[in-house]
């Protein structure tokens, strides 16, 4: 598409929105002042007030699949050409220059069948298979959009195919997209007074008025509305009124209600509906005119961060005397921070140095280069974790995306203890990028997931007793089946490529590590199942239900003890131990994620888009390691039976053969 | 014996039985996706002694593998004699002892609670007063006689035989007070009264044009099933008369009217019903009070606040998500609340399930002492393994 056209068709949708005016295209870069204002402007969204750059950054991932947007250098999109947009400018473009972000490629499709099946075939051979689309591009397609979404929800979540799914999440992406393109129409509509005797009355020589001063006029407007008969300008007038409001719809909540009592935030749509039953508070008044006030200097660059300043001020106050701006800062700081991120680049750094360590094994350095990089990104995770604490004011692990991070830094943790008794660099050899992976799942997750992984829990897990106890010794529980998987992937594998060959210490001590991992695990799983009962007879009056997750944890104590018993009555060793403990990373990966898929039970977290597809190659990865530990099980019985079948002069000679390494 | 000992005590069994378990469990989750539900998965998998499992991909080629029941029973013998009666007595042992004596009191609280607990609803608006809560699963049939001054008096029918009869079936029910013999017969576990229509005819009787269809027994939760049968009064000198009983008393919403005939001159009514508990103190309902997280319909809480009277004593108890009232061996949870469709309600109702089990807080307790076994036994283990770990370094 050109970009005359483009500029065209940002201007054709600009006159079909109405009075609403745009505000064209941002000519210089929003200041950081603003960026930093406004990202911590208090919305209430999903039941808690967060900074609205949270809002915006898990929007951005449901509408683009992306944490930021890279637009094209091209001359269209302006002082954005070329660049990233972060959610925050993402946001504000969309919010206060609608018909310039309008162009951006905003909407990721994963398969562009989705778009014959809107017959934008056109469009469709364009592109590539995945492809970014902007809503200018889509907005032909819209009413068979439409058409589709009301009959794909007809269907029954299992009877979809994947593009009926596909269809049905452009559905919800694309009117997300609009909420937030029309939240702030209010801010830029003028409304012209009609010549009517009423109205002049009203409002005397005033020509024009903005959303404000209708808000504070309603009562004496409500008067001129209630005419049964009004005249023609005086409809005309309401229309314009209604188009005005109407984009701010219930989407953003950002202004606190009246009543102390009442908890739910409005936004300007419902704030107008309410100001026809109750007059509208002066501070809620003073809201809208900030925001106005803020769209009024989007063209002065010298009046845009006072302007930015004040609105996010007043709406701080009004937060704060309802004593809940308290955590939006905070929160604000941690996705700024990104401390996940900055551990995922820590424990990179580490695995990295560690790879330079087996090419110079005589070095001192950088061993301790490793430790040192693995123990600041275990840091890293976590201050991350202990952030996500006092954000929420909950223990550690509420959602499934924070049992990764606090896996993680229980595994890195134990290997680095390991470690430090007895120094065999095998188990830092895992920390670093068993870290590494579990950062790299932690920030897939969050981008499939694409939901607020910090919003208040349901009525039963309002208990911070159990989440602390329960919740952490299941996960620590698992953490310890990873861990003990990993050693025994290195200590299988170590065997099939002859790594350390003849070196017994080397490979009892790996058992000795993974059986005591297991130990572990066998006592955080079974408390922390056992506690998963008892709260659940607290919660539902039943110790145990058989649903998918208890079955899940039953699984995992189930096979650690097997992993015990089979080895203390003889019947596995060395290589035993260890393939066993491979089965204990993928029934852990099970329990953990697997269960989670099946969509049924009281500990249901609905399904997430990928996930299964990546558990199997998982459990298809733990079960080539596990079949390449029985080939060196198998090879290194026939070598042993050889070698005792073999002359004692030979046996001599075998003996005298020196390890390599 | 000595052999049969051996076996019942080694760990060939342990690793037997706790593999049994493992697979069982396994495909008790994976059904619950495609084939089967909660309920049915525990009746099949887990209530059982033993499962014929269709292998997937071969049709008509079954595994037969031993059940939950058969498994759980190998494991407490196997326990009691290997892990317990025959463990090395031994100070370092003593950490397995605790641990195998901590499984063994989670077991049997399992079973007491299998065998004894109870579950039953008591639902109540806010002002009501209760002292009777209806049981979960088990069904009564009582007999009603209006009295002249008004008052209703109750003729419980003793025996419960009538559950579980087929077509054609019945069984007879006599109270000595009660001029009639009550049969009751064809007993459907979920029924729903349908009008007889003229082009197809049923196999249970027909009540004035109308029977009982029998429906797909609700899953998942077996209260939720409305249970009906038929019920023919038998008097001295008169014609049989057949009724329909169908429990669908749903307190404190809906409380279904009973049957009724004529016999010695008097009004008599009969109902099915859920069997009816009582509880060994009064409540009263005071508020009930609930709250979604604001702009969602994810519940924040609900709770109820509740005046007890025990005797003489009177006190004032909050019931919520998580904090049951436990008083006089019932366990009394904040289960449900309504009405949930109307949100300008002046007045709520609540719902609590009421639990009797002994064995009620034996899992924390078995909790405590698997906890301290495991943490004696494995802190022995890693004290050695650190020692080890030395030993090997400085060699």
Request: glycine share 8%; with cysteine.
């Amino acid at each position: 598409m050109t970009t005359l056209l483009r500029i065209v068709l940002a201007a054709t949708l600009v006159a079909v929105c109405g009075i609403a005016q745009d505000s064209g295209v941002r000519r210089e870069a929003w200041p950081k002042a603003v960026l930093d204002e406004l990202a911590v402007l208090p919305i209430q969204e999903n039941g808690r007030v967060k900074p609205l750059d949270t809002v915006l950054q898990f929007a951005m991932y449901r509408i683009h699949h992306k944490r930021a947007m890279h637009l094209p250098d091209e001359p269209a999109f302006g002082v954005n050409a070329g660049k990233k947009l972060q959610p925050i400018d993402w946001g504000l473009d969309t919010m206060f220059f609608p018909g310039w972000a309008d162009t951006f490629p905003a909407f990721t499709l994963e398969d562009t069948v989705v778009l014959e099946t809107l017959g934008l075939n056109e469009l469709a051979e364009q592109k590539r298979k995945r492809d970014r689309f902007s809503m200018m591009e889509l907005a032909p397609g819209r009413a068979a959009l439409r058409d589709k979404i009301e009959e794909y929800r007809g269907i029954e979540k299992k009877n979809r195919t994947r593009v009926q799914n596909q269809v049905l999440g452009l559905g919800s992406a694309y009117l997300e997209y609009l909420d937030f393109r029309d939240a702030f129409d209010f801010a830029r509509a003028r409304y012209e007074i009609p010549d009517d005797p009423k109205l002049r009355e009203l409002f005397g020589d005033k020509k024009v008025l903005r959303t404000s001063d209708v808000l504070r006029n309603i009562e004496a407007l409500i008067a001129v509305v209630g005419d049964p008969n009004p005249s023609e300008a005086v409809s005309g007038f309401i229309e314009q009124v209604d188009r005005g409001v109407r984009g701010a719809g219930n989407h953003l909540h950002w202004i606190p209600p009246k009543d102390p009592n009442t908890t739910e935030w409005l936004s300007v749509g419902e704030l107008f509906q309410l100001a026809f039953e109750q007059q509208a508070t002066a501070e809620q008044i003073t809201a809208v005119e900030r925001a106005e006030a803020f769209a009024d200097s989007l063209t002065d660059p010298t009046a845009i961060t006072a302007a930015a300043a004040e609105f996010r001020g007043y709406m701080q106050k009004m937060a704060e005397a309802r004593g809940e701006y308290g955590k939006v800062e905070i929160e604000y700081a941690y996705y700024r921070f990104d401390s996940f991120y900055k551990a995922l680049l820590a424990f990179l750094g580490g695995f990295f140095v560690l790879c330079v360590s087996w090419l110079l094994p005589k070095s001192k350095w950088l061993p301790r280069g490793v430790v040192a990089l693995t123990l600041a990104g275990n840091l890293l995770v976590g201050a991350g974790i202990v952030w996500r604490c006092i954000v929420r004011d909950r223990p550690p692990v509420l959602e499934i995306y924070d049992t990764i991070p606090f896996i993680a830094f229980f595994v890195v943790t134990v290997a680095l203890v390991i470690e430090w008794i007895n120094r065999r660099r095998v188990a830092l050899a895992v920390a670093a990028p068993a870290g590494w992976i579990m950062m790299m799942l932690l920030m897939k997750f969050e981008l499939v997931e694409r939901r607020d992984n910090m919003d208040p829990p349901l009525a039963v897990l309002d208990t911070n007793f159990w989440l602390a106890t329960h919740v952490t010794t299941v996960t620590l529980g698992y953490g310890a089946g990873i861990l003990a998987g990993l050693i025994g992937a290195v200590f299988l594998l170590g065997k099939l490529v002859g790594f350390k060959k003849g070196d017994r210490p080397f490979y009892n001590g790996l058992t000795r590590m993974v059986y005591g991992t297991i130990c572990f695990g066998v006592l955080l799983s079974t408390v922390g199942t056992i506690l998963g009962g008892i709260w659940a007879n607290d919660s539902w009056g039943r110790f145990w239900g058989w649903d998918p997750k208890e079955n899940g944890a039953l699984m995992v104590v189930l096979w650690y003890l097997m992993i015990l018993h089979a080895r203390l009555g003889g019947m596995i060793k060395n290589f035993g131990v260890n393939i066993m403990a491979i089965g204990s990373a993928v029934v852990v990966a099970f329990s953990w994620w697997h269960v989670n898929e099946l969509g049924k039970g009281l500990h249901s977290y609905g399904r997430t888009e990928g996930v299964l597809t990546a558990l199997y190659w998982f459990y298809g990865t733990s079960g080539t390691i596990a079949v390449l530990g029985m080939v060196a099980w198998v090879r290194e019985r026939l070598a042993g039976k050889a070698e005792k079948a073999a002359p004692a002069d030979e046996q001599l000679e075998v003996k005298e053969e020196p390890a390599p390494g | 014996m000595k052999r049969i000992i051996d076996a019942l005590a080694s760990f060939k069994l342990t690793i037997f039985v706790l593999a049994g378990m493992f697979v069982l469990t396994w495909i008790g989750t994976i059904v619950q996706e495609t084939t089967m539900s909660l309920y049915e998965t525990q009746k099949v998998y887990f209530d059982s002694w033993f499962v014929i499992q269709p292998v997937p991909g071969l049709d008509g080629i079954n595994v037969p593998l031993p059940g939950g029941v058969l498994l759980m029973t190998l494991l407490s013998v196997n326990l009691l004699v290997g892990g317990i009666l025959r463990l090395r007595r031994q100070l370092s042992r003593i950490g397995i002892l605790i641990t195998h004596i901590g499984i063994a009191m989670l077991m049997a609280s399992g079973l007491v609670s299998l065998m004894v607990a109870e579950h039953g609803l008591l639902g109540a608006y806010e002002g009501d007063e209760a002292v009777e809560y209806a049981d979960a699963h088990h069904l009564e049939v009582v007999a009603f006689e209006v009295l002249d001054d008004g008052y209703v008096k109750e003729y419980l029918l003793p025996g419960d035989e009538f559950i579980g009869l087929r077509t054609g079936e019945k069984v007879t029910m006599r109270h000595p007070d009660l001029p009639f013999e009550l049969d009751v017969h064809d007993f459907i576990l979920n029924a729903s009264p349908r009008r007889k229509g003229p082009m197809f005819n049923v196999s249970v009787p027909v009540v004035e044009g109308y029977y009982l269809h029998q429906r797909e027994p609700a899953i998942g939760s077996r209260e939720v099933n409305l249970s009906g049968c038929y019920a023919t009064a038998r008097v001295d000198g008169k014609a049989p008369q057949t009724g329909i009983l169908w429990a669908t008393d749903n307190k404190p919403v809906r409380e279904t009217d009973p049957w009724t005939f004529e016999a010695d001159g008097k009004q008599w009514g009969v109902k099915l019903r859920k069997e009816v508990r009582e509880l060994p103190f009064k409540i009263r309902v005071d508020d009930f009070d609930m709250a979604f997280h604001p702009g969602t319909r994810r519940p924040e809480f609900f709770q109820s606040d509740i005046t007890i009277w025990d005797g003489d004593a009177e006190a004032t108890q909050r019931i919520e998500m998580n904090k049951p009232l436990r008083k006089s061996g019932h366990i009394l949870f904040q289960t449900n609340w309504g009405p949930q469709n109307d949100p300008h309600a002046t007045k709520h109702y609540t719902v609590f399930e009421i639990v009797t089990n002994p064995a009620d807080q034996w899992p924390a307790w078995s909790c405590y002492v698997i906890a301290i076994g495991l943490l004696i036994h494995f802190s022995r283990m890693l004290f050695r393994y650190v020692r080890t770990e030395q030993m090997v370094q400085k060699a």
